[in-house]
Structures are given as structure tokens and as C-alpha cells.
């Protein structure tokens, strides 16, 4: 089960991904790698681009697999005072979608603040696992490469920082309110430009923390290219070798 599942995939449809993410290059390779479910879950930051869901909807009605394959959708926060997330319920049943998941996608800062930073990231993703729409709360601590670039991120080199409250109240909220969090292959566990070995065996602990106050922990790739599918598989090892359970798991 931990190698079988990716909760987060994206598509060339809305110019995230590359050329390589059609519909059936995706299918045919999570095939090729035994995955059981899987999201397709592209980016709506804003109605215009709605219409592209469509598309994608269009070709996994096309598709024939023995795999699950959900029709999800990936939003951001657009309102750092309120965690407002770019979606509404009518969109959500306009299309059809079967999966919502987000979060927070930056800082939010432009100079370093690290008390200032995690007390906001805390706020909003507090914000999303409470908002009902959302069922997957994605990659926490996860910042853009230009973030650590500019400084802005740069002291974020392991989670020593982050209060212990703060994984308590997250994990505590997520259980209560049955919203999962996201174990992410490509922003956290192979992302080497960003992230290195102490933060991550950090990362494995938080995610075992968060589960260990109830929370489900969703395993996803987060692929932007066809090569980095295999993330998920990467992300469900690092999950399984924290000491999460199969029964901490996120199956939609």
C-alpha cells in the first residue's frame, strides 16, 4: 500500500507540468509501476483556467485501466488573512471533481522571519485542514527553490525550529477534522535542492508525530514531469520507514 498510491499528479493541460504529463503517459506509467490509486490533480489558482479541468476530465473518460483513477483538483490559499483557497463548492460540482486537496504554496515573506514564517504557515494550514472543501492538506514546509535562493528560506534547515504545540494542534485538527496531510516525493523527499538529510529524517518525524495525534498521511508524487511519478513510491517508503501504520493511511 505504500508504494501503490500517488494523490498528486499534475498535467501538461494547465502549464505546470511538462509536455511528458498527458493523460495516457501518465496511466501507462503509473501502470508500468503497479500503482493501484491515483489522483490526477492539477492547479485551479484562479476560474479562468476551469475549463482546462475539462479536458482532463474528457481524457480519463477515454482511459481504460483496472487502476483507480480519481478526478481531483490541487488549490492554493489566495488570502493570507482569512486562508480563503482558490475554489468554491459550485465549482466543485460543476466539474465534477472527486478530490480537493491544497494548501499554502510560498512564504508569504520577503525578508527572513522564521518566527514570523512559521506562525502564518501554521495559521493558514490550520485554515485548510478546517475548510470543508479540502480533504488533503499538501506538502507542509514546502517553499518555492527561489525562496531559499533569495535567504528568505534559507535558515529552514531542519524543523528544530517549529514548536511542538504547533504539531499537535495541526495533527489534533487534521483527526477532527478528517482532512489528511500529504507526504510529498517530489517537494520534500527528492528535492535535494532544497531540502537535506536533517530535514528530512526532521520531515519523517513530524509526519510520524502528526499521525501519532490522529491524522492520515496521503502519499503523492506531486509530478510536474513523467520521470518523477516514481516520487510517490519514494514518499511511501519514507512514510513506512517513519513507523506509520497501513491504518494511518489516506485512501480516498
Known amino acids: 500500500m505504500y508504494e501503490q498510491t500517488d494523490l498528486h499528479i499534475h498535467t501538461t493541460y494547465l502549464k505546470c507540468a511538462d509536455e511528458t504529463m498527458t493523460i495516457p503517459a501518465i496511466i501507462a506509467t503509473a501502470e508500468q509501476s503497479e500503482l493501484r490509486t491515483i489522483a490526477i490533480t492539477d492547479h ?3 476560474p479562468q483556467f476551469l475549463h482546462e479541468h475539462f479536458n482532463i476530465k474528457r481524457d ?5 485501466t483496472d487502476m483507480r483513477v480519481i478526478f481531483g483538483v490541487e488549490v492554493n490559499v489566495i488570502d493570507q488573512a482569512t486562508g480563503a483557497v482558490s475554489i468554491d463548492e459550485q465549482q466543485i460540482e460543476e466539474l465534477g471533481f472527486e478530490l480537493v486537496i491544497g494548501g499554502p504554496h510560498q512564504s508569504y515573506f520577503d525578508q527572513p522571519d522564521p518566527r514570523g514564517i512559521i ?4 495559521k493558514l494550514m490550520l485554515a485548510v485542514v478546517r475548510n470543508p472543501l479540502i480533504e488533503v492538506l499538501v506538502h507542509p514546509w514546502w517553499f518555492g527553490g527561489g525562496e531559499f535562493r533569495s535567504g528568505v528560506m534559507a535558515w529552514m534547515t ?3 525550529q517549529l514548536p511542538e504545540e504547533y504539531v499537535a494542534e495541526l495533527g489534533e485538527t487534521a483527526a477532527a477534522c478528517d482532512t489528511a496531510i500529504e507526504a510529498n516525493g517530489s517537494a520534500i523527499f527528492t528535492n535535494s535542492g532544497c531540502y537535506g538529510e536533517a530535514f528530512l529524517e526532521d520531515y519523517k518525524q513530524y509526519l510520524y508525530k502528526l499521525a501519532s495525534y490522529g491524522a492520515k498521511i496521503a502519499i503523492a508524487s506531486d509530478a510536474h514531469n513523467i520521470d518523477h511519478l516514481h516520487d510517490a513510491q519514494t514518499a511511501g517508503r519514507a512514510v513506512r520507514d517513519a513507523g506509520i501504520s497501513k491504518e494511518q493511511l489516506f485512501i480516498p
Not at 480519463?60 to 481504460?64: T, W
Not at 506562525?119 to 501554521?122: E, F
Open 158 to 160: 531542519d524543523l528544530s
Open 60 to 64: 480519463l473518460a477515454e482511459i481504460d
Open 44 to 46: 485551479l489558482n484562479a
Open 119 to 122: 506562525d502564518l504557515q501554521h
